[in-house]
């Protein structure tokens, strides 16, 4: 695996060994960050998080291209001493910021963040249930990109979300959501009894 483009342009990245994580391939990648950038324009500044993040390379490829900030939560031990290594390797540690955990761990957010990356395992369902929580969480606003990877057969649905396209990649599906802007869409009102 190696980062598509931006500052580290071309440099290597360690993979968890093992069948524990399955790391989007780079023609996925490719692929999603070429629909990310028609829409986004550039990642200059942005704040996003790599959920699910397996060797970290989603995250790092925002941050070779100009994200401001990363955080990277990932449950399995030895991905994250991958995502470790990756940073250190790049030098990218003073905009990094791992999460040994679930992500049904994290907290109520601060504010929302610009991008929301997430590769969870396929046909898990667990990326729908971890963004219906961020989305109650206030990870997600209004000018909150959300990249999800599935494979290719599933569909989603997430109260509050809508898809603004998806792409078949390969064993894979990406779907990009925005929060749902009618006014009868969204999350419950009430606070989370699992904060």
């Known amino acids: 695996m190696r980062i598509i483009a931006g500052e580290w342009r071309g440099r290597k990245l360690a993979a968890p060994k093992g069948d524990g994580t399955r790391p989007t391939a780079d023609r996925a990648r490719e692929t999603l960050f070429a629909m990310l950038t028609s829409r986004l324009g550039d990642f200059e500044g942005l704040q996003v998080a790599d959920l699910f993040a397996g ?18 939560v990932e449950q399995d ?5 991958v995502i470790r290594a ?17 992500v049904m761990a994290l907290r109520a957010a601060a504010k929302p963040l610009d991008l929301i990356l997430a590769d969870p395992p396929y046909r898990s369902g667990a990326g729908e249930v971890a963004l219906d929580r961020l ?7 209004p ?3 959300i990249a999800l990877e599935t494979a290719f057969n599933e569909d989603i649905a997430i109260k509050g979300l ?3 396209t998806e792409r078949r990649v390969g064993k894979g599906k990406l779907h990009l959501l925005r929060l749902d802007a009618s006014p009868d869409a ?5 606070p989370d009894p699992l904060v």
Request: hydrophobic share 45%; charged share 20%; proline share 2%.
């Open 55 to 72: 060797s970290g390379a989603l995250g790092l490829e925002a941050l070779s291209r100009g994200a401001e900030s990363c955080l990277f």
């Open 143 to 145: 000018e909150t990109w």
């Open 162 to 164: 809508v898809a603004e």
């Open 86 to 102: 990756n940073i250190a390797t790049l030098g990218a540690g003073t905009r990094a910021r791992v999460e040994a955990g679930s």
């Open 186 to 190: 969204g999350p419950e009102a009430g």
């Open 135 to 141: 989305l109650r969480l206030g990870w997600i606003g």
């Open 77 to 81: 031990r030895a991905a994250v001493e």
